[in-house]
């Protein structure tokens, strides 16, 4: 398959991640949307890499992954501490910083 | 490589369904599930694209390691027995709009593309290549992606902390 | 008129002085705060320039001809000659005002300390200063060589003429006498400074004596000529009281009666009449102009002595005989004898103020200004002698000066071939013996008609000053009998002396001795007493004038000023907050909001590279 099918594969899967950032309530079903646009990101990187005959590109995967995995236990770690201190994680409630 | 456009053709299609599962489901749970479709699908592209380490790390950490923290934190943060774990969507419409509107963006880009060229020649296996690296050019930003971790950790273990 | 000049550096001392009297008065605040110094500096002052005043008469050189009376020095340069001049022109006209207005000031500055007793000691260092400050505006007025340098102590007599009648300021009625009297003489004002500088367009200079040669030399536009000079004479028609800006007169009575005597009898007001008298030879080419000012002239005459014959307050009944005089010298002066309109000047000048000085003495006996309410004074010679003289002056009884001086107007306009006015003064010599009579029987010789507070101990200065004012009116009438030569028709003046006779008669029967009663004499002349008591109703007009367009006009500009534009700038900061207030609606603090937000940014940056590419 050439180049340009990985990377609209890439493309729509990060429309799709985008989607669910922008419209899931949950805290929770937000990052499972970051973790789908991260994932199109590393497709890309591979794609190029293999097609550039480049082992950046696995290599720069690696460390992608690496830094998600890090990213997500924070980021449930606060959500865990928001949910404990305001009883809920629907991104509606969590307006404080509201102008 | 012929065998290789129906694989990409069923792995896309696998892959696909389950991103949109991940997104549209009202529950949850099963979207954690998706998401652990998804991932596994992602991680047969990296073999598709000769790159066998990579799916391996794929398999380990995310489809095993992120799905298990995300669905403890889903128990964590839902009434658990008899509670719904429903959630309704917020604006689907302006959200799916910006998300074509993306796609189209990047493909706009995409179609200006050269033709194609075939895939340069590439070694099965370069795991030990990567290894290499890592240690070598690519030390520091290992190191320091070590020291992140380590940062990861502790501010988890600060957040899971109880008061008092 | 002009054929003699007398010596610049007199006339510079007597103008100087009273100048620096009242620079020290201003300055120096002990000094003015100690009443006695202040009326010592101040009289002191005005003692010298007399004195100087009549040794520039006495001094005084027959003027080669086509030589300038004046000596200027350079003020405003310009290029080709200087725009403006300052200095002064010492000829027969101004040396006889500034004899006039020095020995008037002396006088009454004198009499004031006597009349103005009561007042505190600090307001009556003011008032001094005032009247230092006035002495030098005046003298300046009549000593300018030029139109500018008239104008601007023009100007600055009449600031001294509001703060004069003004200077019981926290009087209600006194205030907006000031202020009308300022706003009034402002009016033709604006027509006078108006004239002047059209004039200096057209001819260049401001200078008299230049602006006469090129007057005599045909130089001047002659068609643009009238119009100027009218508009020159407007300034007149303010400051001398002609019809229609005499209103602000009669309510000028209620500064201090001394005031009254030397700015609204002798001097100030004499200031219009003596600005056409000195810019005659200007006049004279311009015959329309002159013919109005002589029929505007008889008929403030005629307007203000029907206005005299029906007031009370004895003041007011002067203030009106003062326009009525004043009419008299611009009639002169319109029908081509602008001397005898002079001669006139100086004797009233004289005899008016005596008259104030000595209703000053009565008011003081009675405490009251109205006629009515005094009488009784027949034992007192000394108390209604003086004002008596300056009476049968007043009313042209020979041989008191006003007899000779009235008959050379009449005679001037007689000449002149102005027929409508001549009849008009003759009815107002009638009408002025009349009232004046009327006052005198009222004041001094009727039986009162109740036992009011008299208070006949008059302080020695004040009779003091109004015996001198009675000697020197006598004098000036037996001057004038000694040098008089007849002008005009010979039976003048057996008219004349029938008129005066027939008013003294009138005003006996009706008064002293009631064989018709004034009653029925008003009822007969009903509508002509109906509408001098309203006063013509010109008051009213230039009230509703007021009220009408000025507050009228201010009220707009006010309006605009808030809505319009304070509106503006409200209506920007409203809008600058509403703003404000809808933008700060963007910050949800939904976090998928601001992520919107960053993918639209994307989307930007797509289309950017895209158009970038092309």
Redesign the interface.
Known sequence: MPLGAYLTLAALVFAIGLFGVLTRRNAVGILLGIELMLNAVNINLVAFGRFHADLGGTIFSLFTISITVAEVAVGLAIVIVIFRVRRTIEADHLDLLRG | MTA??PA?VAV?VV??AA??G??LTPN?FH??LY?AV??VA?GV??LL???P??FG??LL??AG??VT??V???M??ERLVGASIR??????V???L??????V??????V??PA??P????AAD?TA??GR??VGP?AV?FEL?GV??V???L??LY??RTEG | MSAHVGAAPLALLVLGLPFASFLLLALARPVRRSAPAAATVSIGAITVSLLAAVLTIVTAVARPPRQSPSTTWWWIPADGGPMATVGVMVDDLSMWMLLLVTFVSLLVQVYSWAYLHDEPRASLGRYYAYHSLFAFSMLGLVLAPSFIQMFIFWELVGLCSYLLIGFWYDRPSAARAAVKAFWITKLGDLGFVAGIVMLWAVAGTFDFWTLFRMGAAGSLPADMLPPIMFLIYLGAVGKSAQFPLHVWLPDAMEGPTPVSALIHAATMVTAGVFMVTRAFPLFQLVPDVLTLIAWVGAGTALLAASMACVEDDIKRVLAYSTISQLGYMMAAAGAGAPDAGFLHLLVHGVFKALLFLGAGIVIHVFHTNDVFRMGGLRGHPRLWLPFLVATLALAGVPPLPGFFTKEAVLAGVFEGHLGWPFLMLALTAFLTAFYMFRVVFLTFFVRPHHAGHAHHHVPWLMTAVAWVLAVVTLAMGAQQAWHHQAEGPGWLPGVSVALAAAGIGLAWVMYQRPLVDPARMAAALRPIDWMARRRYGLDALFAGLYRVGLLAFSRLVGWIDRYLVDGVVNVLSAWTLRAGDRLRGLQSGQPQDYVYGIALGALLLFVIAQWRMR
């Open positions: 290789e456009a990409f896309a892959l696909l991103s949109l991940v997104v949850l979207a954690v998401l998804a991932l992602t592209v990296f694209l000769d790159a380490f990579l790390v794929q950490l995310y390691g992120v923290i995300v403890f934190a889903i964590l943060t959630q309704a969507s917020r604006y689907l302006n959200g799916a910006l998300s074509v509107a993306v796609f963006g990047v493909v706009s880009f995409l200006q593309m194609s060229a895939r340069p020649a590439w370069l290549a990567v690296a890592l690519f930003p992606l992140l971790l940062i990861a950790l501010g988890a957040f899971a």
